[in-house]
């Protein structure tokens, strides 16, 4: 299985578990000349611009430190550009991420609601 194919089923794995927190998923794979956004939701009135990491082994380290300060930059950008093309103000938004860890000994889900924070 290729790379795309791990991430899109990561992807899945994450929006399905997101939805069993009572988010809901208002786009999924946002792109723009900015960047990407894997999954954007909300719930409680509020919004999350979600990054996901997967694994598929335990030899890469923890999926969410693979979020550098770089990535975390695109993604506010990313979300900036969102925010003003759907003309949407007022809202609390939240930058978070899910790491997915499946191996052949276990899997994991991991979910921070606010990962990282615009600088």
Not at 68 to 92: D, E, G, M, P
Request: charged share 30%; with cysteine.
């Amino acid at each position: 299985m290729d790379n795309k194919s791990k991430g899109e089923i990561g992807e899945r794995v994450a929006r399905e578990h997101l939805e069993g927190l009572g988010f809901k998923i208002v786009e999924a794979g946002f792109r723009c000349k900015l960047g990407e956004i894997d999954i954007i939701a909300t719930k409680n009135k509020e919004l999350y611009f979600i990054e996901v990491k997967t694994r598929w082994s335990d030899n890469c380290g923890d999926p969410l430190e693979s979020i550098t300060a770089h990535k975390q930059h695109q993604i506010i950008k990313t979300a900036k550009f969102y925010l003003a093309s759907k003309r949407i103000v007022n809202t609390n938004c939240h930058f978070s991420a899910i790491g997915i860890d499946i191996s052949e000994d276990s899997s994991k889900i991991e979910f921070i609601e606010d990962a990282f924070m615009e600088r």
